[in-house]
């Protein structure tokens, strides 16, 4: 059994950073890891993947702002959130994808709250 644990979530103003960071338990080999976001009477989103790799893709309304990014001997995946907006206002949650023995799982997160507000 996998367990993410994520942090880094809080109260931010507009314009400001936050870095998000999910850990992954366990010896296992992820392969691609991604972060996602619902806010309040919203559909659950997909913000930002990467591949085991490094291949990056995001959802268009954070290019250029977040930037995410791994550490394969950590099982870790970070979310450097820069220029927030009122509209990141969601609770975040990362998802990892593991292979072994050539079955493929998903696993979550328990989401963590951003909150972008003056």
């Known amino acids: ?15 400001g950073s936050l ?3 999910c ?4 010896s296992i080999f992820i392969t691609t890891m991604s972060w996602y976001r619902q806010g309040s009477g919203k559909q ?7 591949t085991r790799g490094g291949s990056t893709n995001y959802t268009e309304s ?3 702002r977040f930037t995410i990014s791994r550490d394969n001997a950590k099982n870790t995946v970070y ?14 949650y990362c998802s990892v994808r593991t292979l072994v023995r ?4 998903d696993y979550w997160g328990q989401g963590t ?3 972008v507000s003056s």
């Open 113 to 115: 709250q951003v909150t």
């Open 1 to 15: 059994q996998v367990q993410l644990v994520e942090s880094g979530g809080g109260l931010v103003q507009p314009a």
């Open 62 to 64: 954070v290019k250029g």
């Open 23 to 26: 850990a992954a338990s366990g």
């Open 79 to 92: 979310l450097q959130m820069n220029s927030l907006k009122p509209e990141d206002t969601a609770v975040y």
């Open 19 to 21: 870095r998000l960071s």
């Open 102 to 105: 050539g079955y493929v799982d």
């Open 44 to 50: 659950r989103e997909l913000v930002a993947t990467i």
